[in-house]
């Protein structure tokens, strides 16, 4: 049914022709934003316009005349009426729309068809109770991400850590590490597949299942008390009002394999349990136990990336049902070069109290990393309505990152001398270890939201999530040769020595982290003293039960029959025994890495939402939450740390003040206490070699680790003016107790360096943060920027020797410094064009990261840096007749790379003693990684 619409226009200016102009803008009615795409329809004749990114449209050249003049958007009603246009003259006319839904109330109408634009984000931020940033459907489809993660990297205040292909991983919102944040998912917190930590790898999710990801960053009393940083919910797609088809075919390439082949290798041939799972832990395995074929590398050249989803929606029994589906799959070739320069575990000392101790090198690492990741992406929603007011929901999710990486290393063991400038190698070892990691999260969530009585409502959730992850058979094999100089100084040629066959390593890991959780939330709906008053009581119980598996064996390579060593001919002729006997066991029955964790957490709130009148509201409440944990691994009873029992209660008040000086104006003001639990291997003393960052040195836990407490305080100025504009500025500050961070140690004299959990004192952390957004017609400009501030004191150990007297001094002293994992300084900017009379949409996103401690040394001045990064990603869609879209996405077009230094004067800079990578005489460069950029091409339908 047509609706007719009475429309106002004010008629100005006379033009000195007679084509007259219409303009105005498009508006919904019943949130009174601009709606940006809208179409206007002038007949007779082939008059046509759409709304801009300010809701603006303008129709040109109209004749005189009569005209019948049609408004669209989808979802809303159509409006149609008359208009009579007189020569020469200037129409401003603005349209009200309203939902194609009459049956909806106000709040549903903003909600379901509209629950992917920027506009209901826009709205939903400025609703909300607490400070949050929410990033749109509509915002991540035209974006260069293809993944949660790299999506994450845009949003203000939120920087992320990169994995070993260059995408984004982990989250760190407002300098704090990734342990200080929370995931949800529709509200529900899910468990992490990470081996180590509880917080959750971010790319293991396609953007094409996001209705939106909500950034909060305050907490409010229904809240779980974990996330000092910041809680990230990614909502899920809900069913539509009406059927929605909407698919995605894509195809790309990796730069980097146009430039080197990929290595790949046969995962099929990988035993997907540990000889001790099939024969039992302290039976000894054979040698023919490990299969030498996952070993075999083969070269692929230019490798063809794809990406498919499909999203599938509908309602049913006269509305009351509805049903979606939504899949994503995702095949990317991806990888990197790097340079590093190993650090050594024990310095010499400084020259002097006034020195300073000089990093030293041994070794320099040359990686080609070859990554297959397959990401898979399965969601699921029923929802039935009873009535407007009675609702249930069930809903699930499965997600599934499967990444077979290889990793070839030529490892150059430095001496003392110069050969083409830099500081020779007398011995080089040939490395190559293949991977294969599966990861996957499911969970399923039924949730119902109630009205028990005229001012007395509930919802509640009960929910099974499951996290796993598989690192089966991760084997190494190498080869090393006796590199020697013909001369001695600087060397003009080298002689090197036969390969010998080294010793292999075969690991496999898994763990399961396995959620039952309930959720209940009460509202009562009262007035006190004739101002509105909104009581809140709730809780949530949680039973967490995780399991970890590791198991390392070591095949020796024993020396041919005339040598002290085993030449190398090829890996499928390499030899290898157990030697000694012992070590065919594995070490499953003595590791701390086989271990079961069992955490219960208990928590009930209580609380208000005040309307001190039509401007002003406060919400405050306490949280108590009881944490009681319970592990035992396979550590000997004599170990301290084989098992223990933890339990605290902790008290968590918060508050969040709203002040109105204006429609489109507030004040907010927030305080919150809030918790950070350990991660389960950081209370376990499992030294771990699966991997930490860039596998560049094994973990170990630490059973004396302490959980932080943390006090927030926000403030915040907002301003939503008209469209999508908008702009914010505020300030936060944190107070940490106990803060976590993972260090270089020394566990005794002759060990290699390993990173474990330490609690540092007492930190601050503070900072301001800005947002804005501006459109100028088709072109619009967005971004963030954000300073923070952080103060930790860490006792680092200085040697010295006194130059009087050449006597020894080890000394230990405070060195001030900030968060490990925070910049300072983080910005985004994104140009816009958006013509919605073409269908086209191009964005150019530059990320700026500044410097941050990346890894803790144990000695004074020599922690590992971060060098400032600058990624610019570019993306670009055409739309055709509303229901197809071409489209492409760039990834990293300045080839950033990402460099890890020590800031301290550099002697290997030059000289006798220059080191590859080297690029400043003021700081050293340990780490020099290249990923190039990466692109894609793709076509997007919707119904």
Same mark, same amino acid.
């Given at each position: ?513 396995? *959620?039952?959780?309930?959720? #209940? +939330?009460? =509202? !009562?709906?009262?007035?006190? /003293?004739?101002?509105?008053? %909104? ?114 209660? *902790?008290?968590?008040?918060? #508050? +969040?003040? =709203? !002040?109105?000086?204006?429609? /489109?104006?507030?004040?907010? %003001? ?274």
């Amino acid at each position: 049914m047509k609706l007719t619409y009475t429309c106002l226009f004010v008629l100005f200016s006379v033009s000195f022709s007679f084509a007259s102009t219409i303009s105005g803008y498009i508006f919904d009615k019943n949130a009174n934003e601009q709606l940006v795409g809208a179409t206007v329809t002038l007949s007779p004749g082939n008059f046509k316009a759409s709304s801009m990114l300010n809701g603006k449209y303008q129709v040109n050249n109209v004749t005189p005349g009569s005209y019948r003049i049609k408004v669209s958007f989808i979802g809303y009603r159509t409006i149609d009426t008359t208009l009579v246009v007189s020569a020469g003259s200037d129409i401003r006319l603005n349209f009200y729309m309203v939902s194609a839904n009459s049956s909806l109330n106000e709040v549903v109408v903003t909600a379901k068809s509209n629950k992917e634009s920027d506009q209901y984000s826009k709205r939903a931020e400025q609703r909300a109770n607490n400070v949050m940033n929410i990033v749109s459907a509509n915002s991540i489809a035209i974006s260069p991400d293809i993944t949660v993660a790299n999506v994450m990297a845009r949003v203000s205040g939120v920087s992320v850590e990169r994995g070993n292909t260059g995408d984004g991983q982990f989250a760190i919102i407002r300098g704090m590490d990734p342990r200080y944040n929370t995931t949800l998912i529709n509200g529900v917190k899910i468990p992490s597949p990470d081996n180590k930590q509880r917080y959750v790898p971010l790319d293991i999710f396609p953007s094409d299942l996001i209705e939106r990801i909500e950034v909060s960053k305050s907490l409010t009393p229904d809240m779980e008390g974990d996330a000092s940083g910041g809680v990230i919910n990614m909502v899920m797609k809900t069913a539509p009002d009406q059927l929605r088809i909407e698919g995605n075919l894509g195809a790309g390439y990796s730069q980097l394999f146009s430039m080197r082949p990929f290595q790949g290798f046969n995962n099929s041939t990988v035993n997907s349990k540990s000889p001790a799972e099939i024969l039992g832990i302290g039976v000894p395995a054979a040698i023919s136990d490990f299969p030498y074929q996952n070993l075999i590398t083969s070269s692929t050249k230019t490798p063809v990336n794809s990406n498919f989803s499909l999203t599938v929606g509908d309602r049913f029994l006269n509305k009351k049902l509805g049903v979606i589906f939504s899949g994503s799959y995702q095949n990317t070739y991806a990888g990197n070069n790097t340079s590093r320069l190993v650090e050594n575990a024990t310095l010499g000392p400084a020259h002097g109290p006034d020195a300073e101790m000089t990093q030293v090198f041994p070794d320099y690492l040359n990686r080609q990393y070859s990554s297959l990741t397959n990401r898979l992406g399965l969601v699921s929603n029923i929802d039935y309505k009873f009535n407007k007011d009675n609702s249930i929901s069930l809903f699930g999710i499965y997600a599934q990152l499967n990444e077979n990486r290889v990793r070839i290393t030529d490892d150059l063991l430095l001496g003392n001398y110069s050969y083409h400038g830099y500081t020779g190698g007398f011995q080089e070892s040939y490395q190559t270890q293949t991977r294969k990691q599966l990861q996957s999260i499911y969970s399923a969530i039924l949730h119902g939201d109630n009205k028990l009585a005229d001012s007395f409502t509930a919802n509640w959730s009960v929910a099974f999530s499951q996290a796993k992850q598989e690192l089966p058979d991760m084997a190494t094999f190498e080869t090393t040769q006796q590199i020697s100089p013909n001369t001695s100084g600087t060397a003009t040629s080298l002689t090197y020595g036969p390969l010998a066959v080294r010793p292999e390593s075969r690991q496999w890991s898994h763990n399961t982290d396995k *959620d039952i959780s309930g959720y #209940l +939330n009460l =509202k !009562y709906d009262t007035k006190i /003293n004739d101002h509105k008053t %909104l009581f809140l009581l709730g809780g949530m119980i949680r039973h967490k039960t995780r399991d970890n598996f590791d198991n390392t064996y070591h095949l020796n390579a024993p020396p041919d029959q005339d040598s002290t060593y085993q030449k190398y001919i090829s890996i499928p002729a390499s030899k290898f025994a157990f030697i000694p006997t012992s070590d065919a066991v594995g070490n499953a029955a003595s590791n701390a890495g086989v271990y079961t964790f069992t955490e219960n957490v208990e928590a009930g709130y209580a609380g208000a939402k005040y309307f001190v009148n039509d401007r002003f509201d406060v919400l405050f409440g306490l949280r108590a939450e009881s944490t009681s944990q319970v592990y035992d691994s396979s550590l000997p009873a004599t170990i301290a740390g084989k098992t223990a029992n933890i339990s605290y209660l *902790d008290f968590l008040p918060s #508050l +969040n003040a =709203k !002040y109105g000086l204006s429609k /489109n104006q507030a004040l907010r %003001l927030s305080y919150f206490r809030s918790i950070l639990r350990p991660g389960f291997s950081d209370l376990i003393p499992y030294l771990d070699n699966t991997g930490f960052g860039q596998d560049n040195f094994p973990t170990q836990g630490n059973p004396a680790l302490q959980h932080s407490v943390i006090d927030n305080f926000d403030f915040r100025y907002e301003v939503f003016p008209s469209g999508l504009d908008q702009f914010m500025v505020g300030a936060f500050y944190k107070n940490i107790a106990n803060p976590i961070e993972y260090a270089l140690v020394q566990t005794n004299f002759s060990a290699d360096l390993t990173l474990s959990p330490y609690n540092f004192g007492t930190a601050h952390n503070y900072g301001v943060e800005m947002v804005f957004r501006k459109f100028f017609g088709d072109v619009g400009v967005s971004g963030n920027y954000t300073y923070t501030h952080s103060l930790i004191n860490s006792t680092k150990e200085f040697d010295y020797n006194d130059p009087a007297d050449n006597t020894f001094h080890k000394t230990f002293v405070n060195q001030p410094r900030p968060l490990q994992g925070q910049a300072a300084h983080i910005g985004n900017v994104s140009l816009l064009y958006k013509n919605t009379k073409n269908g086209l949409d191009a964005q150019l996103a530059f990320v700026y990261t500044g410097e941050r401690i990346n890894t803790l040394s144990l000695y004074k001045d020599l922690d590992n840096w971060e060098r400032p990064t600058l990624n610019l990603d570019l993306s670009a869609q055409k739309e055709f007749s509303q229901h197809y879209i071409i489209y492409i996405k760039v990834n990293n077009l300045l080839n950033t790379p990402y460099r890890l230094v020590v800031k301290q004067q550099n002697k290997a800079y030059s000289g006798d003693n220059k080191l590859p990578i080297q690029d400043s005489p003021n700081y050293a460069t340990i780490e020099n990684d290249k990923f190039y950029s990466r692109y894609l091409l793709g076509f997007r339908f919707k119904f």
